[in-house]
Each structure stands twice: as C-alpha cells, then as structure tokens.
C-alpha cells in the first residue's frame, strides 16, 4: 500500500448501531482532508435517520434526535458525498467499520462503492514501534499525544484519525 500519496480523505461515521444490515444508520460523516502532508478542510455533516437515535447513541455520541431533525436524509447527503471523495484514497480507523456502512448504502443507491482505502487501526498492528496497550482511536491518540477535543464525533476523530496516519505511516 503506497502512504504516501498527494491527497487523501480522513472520514469518520456516527451512526445508530454497529451494523447497516440490523437496519442502524449513518447520522453523521466526517472528513478532513490531507494535501501534501498537511491537514486541510475538516467538517462534519449531521444526517436524519429514519428511526430514532437511541439514549444509548445520543450518550455516546452526543448527538441528539433534536440534533437532526432538520438534517438532510443519506439520500441528499451520500451521493454528493461520494462525488466529493471521488477516487482519492479513503483514510478510516476501523475503516472495515466504515466502509462497510458507506459501500451499504452506496450500493442501496446504485453508487460506485468505496474500494480504496487506508486503515489506520491496521496500520498499528504493523507498527512494531507501536506500545499502546490496545488499537481504539482514543488509546492510540494518547500514546502519540494527539488530542481528540470531541471524542465520538466525526469532524473530532478525523481530525485525530488524520494526524495518527501522518505519525504512524512514517514508523511502518
């Protein structure tokens, strides 16, 4: 896997539940991007859902069902949203997470599917340097010194998510 191109895309999802297939959603994406080895544009765009987001997410999240009712559907957002990731390699921790969720829906709406990205989670297990006592986000943060303001939202973690692969893609 090449590291070290021009231009990435860093995305992070919040969503319902952990899988697309028990009907969980997407309520929040995430990107920040990376140019020439500089941390860019970061944003996140909050996403209706079509059920209810459950206590359990809002406290883990923050996100509230008061939060998004007046957000777009993943049908407004997600194809503008592959159109934007275009064929830039997608940078995720837990990208198998990701993706799954992204290339779930995508595919539900007859889009192209996510099929090039970058798993900084993976990355750790090849980082022999790497002493952190497990691969989270949070863990990882802490062991290279990263703060993550925002913890469990997508503009925070890929923002954190971003920094990590600059660090650890010089150490494997």
Do not use: W
Not at 5 to 13: M, S, T
Not at 77 to 96: Q, S, W
Not at 105 to 111: H, I, V
């Amino acid at each position: 896997m090449n590291y070290f191109e021009d231009e990435y895309v860093v995305v992070d999802l919040e969503t319902t539940g952990l899988s697309p297939y028990n009907g969980d959603e997407i309520i929040e994406i995430g990107v920040t991007e990376i140019k020439k080895d500089n941390i860019k544009l970061n944003y996140s765009k909050l996403i209706k859902p079509r059920g209810i987001i459950s206590s359990t997410i809002t406290n883990i999240t923050n996100i509230s069902n008061e939060m998004v009712e007046n957000a777009e559907s993943i049908e407004k957002v997600l194809p503008r949203f592959r159109d934007y990731i275009g064929d830039r390699t997608m940078i995720a921790h837990n990208a198998k997470f990701d993706v799954g969720f992204l290339n779930h829906y995508l595919e539900k709406m007859n889009l192209e599917p996510i099929r090039n990205y970058i798993c900084t989670m993976e990355m750790l297990k090849k980082n022999r340097s790497y002493g952190g006592k497990n691969k989270k986000l949070a863990t990882a943060c802490d062991y290279y010194g990263i703060v993550n303001e925002n913890a469990h939202r997508a503009d925070s973690d890929t923002l954190a998510t971003a920094k990590l692969f600059l660090i650890i893609r010089e150490q494997i």
